[in-house]
């Protein structure tokens, strides 16, 4: 079985930063594409950045220059470093990734619980 599981986020105020990180565990075989979701109370869950096995990052027009998404394939944990927040960055951060499983030879699509973000002064 595996698991996404989110962490590291919290309070912060306009102009800091937080660091979240999205944890798989389980019977791991390969993670290929890892994407941040967030979704804001009455609006749809958009993409916040992306990364892909090799590296290659991706980023929505609202956070470029300010986050930035990193991976550690050994750990089978990726990064979302957010600097400079806004008040319009509050949201519920989610993380998803394509993995295969070790039982499997196709990859399924995993969503973590979610972590709040709330950038207040």
């Known amino acids: 079985q595996v698991q996404l599981v989110e962490s590291g986020g919290g309070l912060a105020q306009p102009g800091g930063s937080l660091r979240l990180s999205c944890a798989a565990s389980g019977n791991i075989f390969s993670i290929n594409d890892v994407g941040w979701y967030r979704q804001a109370p009455g609006k749809q869950r958009e993409l916040v950045a992306a990364?892909?096995?090799?590296?290659?990052?991706n980023y929505a027009d609202s956070v470029k220059g300010r986050f930035t998404i990193s991976r550690d394939n050994a750990k089978n944990t990726v990064y979302l470093q957010m600097n400079s927040l806004k008040p319009e960055d509050t949201a519920v951060y989610y993380c998803?990734?394509?993995?295969?499983?070790?039982?499997?030879?196709?990859?399924?699509?995993?969503w973590g619980q979610g972590t709040q973000v709330t950038v207040s002064s």
């Open positions: 990364i892909t096995s090799g590296g290659i990052t």
């Open positions: 998803n990734a394509a993995i295969r499983s070790i039982a499997t030879i196709v990859f399924r699509g995993y």
